[in-house]
């Protein structure tokens, strides 16, 4: 339940998550948030490292999302080991027209992990999301 307002005035990037092996346990989820900002030139997240995890669900993304969405970046490598995911996102952002190959649309079953407050063990720490109407 977050806005992320976008003040890039060329290319910008939302994520650059860090993990490193596919056994690590890290990532960025973001839910029902609201992407919106200036210029059509914002990928969701680069390729900092060897294996990142970033997925967005439940996301509305605004005209400023570039149509590839991810990048990894000057590591074309990274093609196969970063781990992009979309889940029941809206907005002109969110079109998978013109995505990376290596982004997932993920299915229900795809997206649970990361809808859950066990993920990276966020029952242990996180502040419970509050309760809508």
């Keep these: 339940n ?6 890039a005035e060329g290319t910008g990037v939302i994520t650059a998550q860090a993990r490193e092996n596919a056994t690590d346990e890290s990532g960025f989820t973001f839910i029902h948030c609201n992407i ?13 490292k ?15 999302i570039n149509d590839e969405g ?17 889940y029941k996102c ?8 013109g995505r990376v190959p290596y982004a997932k649309s993920l299915c229900e079953a795809e997206a649970k992990p990361f809808l859950s407050m066990t993920y990276i063990n966020g029952n ?10």
């Design 124 to 133: 242990k720490w996180l502040i419970p999301p509050p309760k809508l109407p």
């Design 90 to 97: 809206t907005g002109p952002g969110s079109s998978s027209s």
């Design 36 to 48: 919106t900002g200036l210029g059509n030139n914002t990928y969701l997240g680069r390729a900092w």
């Design 50 to 64: 060897k294996r990142p995890r970033v997925v967005f669900a439940y996301t509305y993304m605004g005209h400023l």
């Design 2 to 7: 977050t806005t992320i307002e976008s003040v």
């Design 70 to 86: 991810w990048s990894t970046y000057k590591y074309p490598e990274r093609n196969e080991t970063v781990y992009y995911g979309e």
